[in-house]
């Protein structure tokens, strides 16, 4: 028989439905979850579960409600929901990929072991799929709680996806930095701290851009700011180090391989540097110019479609010529951390 539960009437109690069935009524004991009380058939639970056996072993006055902590009542029903049918929830949306995530993370705390691998296997099997509607709109709590799920069984291809997306909804603004910048602190990790650094940076880099405005007018971050102290230093030395690097970077367009076929190299050269340095040192770019990222982004894109570059440079010279560009940005997107000194 299912595990049951039943929500009963109490004084902090919003409302009430049951799950009990009548031949265990001798053998319930009420669990309080916040405001909500669940009566639960202990035989059964403890059956599943070593933990919560411990659970009513250490609670023996039956008068008394057990008291559960560390999740919501939302989520202990959903738990209980699963249990009763034996069916996981199917992931169609982000409120079902919730629900999905509260079975397998309190099944874990409560050692469900075999409920847990099932959740777990199902998650990461969705995770690998990638392009589904619960993954790609899902919030950013599923989203940190998914890199959890990753970093815990050391899943480093999921991992690295998952960052892709957080970094990308830092720029594109869908993220809030502070949050990242909590999220990816090494302290709240208790595995290695090294690959959160990425997303670190990258938060440190969208703080600096939502501030430059301030910053190159000579202007402090106010006391309003939710950035502490340190953060705030980081990011400061993520500002003047990457406009040093942005002076160096335009000033010099990057060195590219011949074509065989090249029968001008000098003038082809010549063409590389002209368009280049009238893009790099032009207003044709309109982001700051700390915002070294998105200006390279945008000289690729300008680059690729100049008319000088498409006849004056033989086809396969120009694509190297692009191609040694698209790796500054590359190796930007990889190293941007150490910009902030981190």
């Not at 072993?57 to 039956?62: I, M, Q, R």
Request: overall charge positive; charged content about 20%.
């Amino acid at each position: 028989m299912p595990i049951s539960s039943q929500t009963i009437h109490a004084p902090v109690v919003t409302h009430a439905h049951r799950r009990c069935g009548d031949s265990f009524k001798n053998q319930v004991r009420a669990f309080r979850v916040e405001s909500k009380l669940f009566l639960l058939n202990t035989a059964l639970v403890c059956k599943v579960s070593a933990t919560f056996r411990k659970i009513v072993l250490e609670n023996v006055d039956p008068n008394l409600p057990i008291v559960l902590r560390g999740h919501t009542a939302q989520q202990f029903d959903n738990l209980l929901s699963t249990l009763h049918s034996n069916s996981l929830p199917c992931p169609l949306n982000d409120k079902d990929l919730e629900r999905l995530l509260d079975v397998e993370e309190l099944s874990r705390h409560y050692s469900i072991n075999q409920l847990q691998m099932r959740a777990e296997s199902s998650l990461l099997a969705l995770i690998t799929m990638a392009n589904t509607p619960a993954i790609l709109s899902c919030s950013s709590q599923s989203l940190f709680r998914m890199l959890r799920l990753v970093s815990r069984v050391r899943s480093d291809h999921l991992f690295a996806f998952l960052i892709k997306m957080c970094i990308w909804r830092l720029h594109s603004r869908e993220l809030h930095y502070v949050h990242a910048m909590r999220l990816a602190q090494p302290s709240r990790w208790n595995c290695d701290a090294q690959p959160f650094l990425k997303l670190l940076g990258h938060a440190f880099y969208a703080a600096m851009i939502d501030l430059e405005p301030n910053l190159s007018k000579g202007q402090g971050i106010g006391v309003d700011s939710p950035l502490t102290r340190a953060e705030i230093t980081h990011v400061l030395c993520g500002y003047h180090s990457l406009r040093c690097w942005w002076d160096k970077i335009a000033s010099k367009p990057p060195s590219y391989a011949h074509s065989p076929r090249c029968m001008y190299p000098e003038k082809c050269c010549h063409t590389w540097q002209l368009r280049y340095d009238w893009v790099a040192g032009t207003n044709r770019i309109p982001s700051p110019q700390v915002d070294a990222i998105r200006r390279l982004q945008e000289m690729h894109k300008y680059l690729t479609n100049d008319l000088s570059l498409n006849e004056d440079m033989p086809e396969a010279c120009r694509h190297n010529a692009l191609a040694e560009l698209q790796k500054r940005t590359d190796e930007l997107l990889k190293t941007v951390h150490h910009h902030f000194d981190l």
